[in-house]
């Protein structure tokens, strides 16, 4: 999956897998895929929980929507990509993963 993911997106990402990297996407993939499921991923910065779940998102044919801070953000923009993704999700009916990071907050 991670070789495909890094042909079909402009990003790569270059990952190694060891056991509980292995068990932690299983893991997220199964949450995604579950009515609902949701996660809150917890630890220390640089552990992957971003690139593990973009990994699983692609894995369950999700897409992957992040909020992209700028100068100048404010509510009125968090409002307006809460709309888009309320957009994909409810209207386009497609999978959504919603990746929002605590500097983001």
Do not use: W
Request: aromatic fraction near 10%; hydrophobic fraction near 40%; include cysteine.
């Amino acid at each position: 999956y991670l070789e495909e993911y890094n042909m079909s997106t402009p990003k790569t990402m270059n990952l190694v897998f060891f056991i509980d990297a292995i068990e932690h996407v299983s893991r997220l993939a199964r949450i995604l895929r579950s009515p609902r499921g949701n996660a809150m991923l917890v630890g220390l910065g640089g552990s992957g929980k971003q690139s593990l779940t973009k990994l699983s998102a692609f894995m369950s044919d999700y897409k992957c929507i992040s909020i992209e801070l700028k100068r100048g953000y404010n509510n009125n923009d968090f409002r307006e990509d809460i709309k888009k993704l309320f957009m994909v999700a409810g209207v386009e009916r497609q999978p959504v993963v919603f990746l929002f990071t605590d500097s983001q907050i």
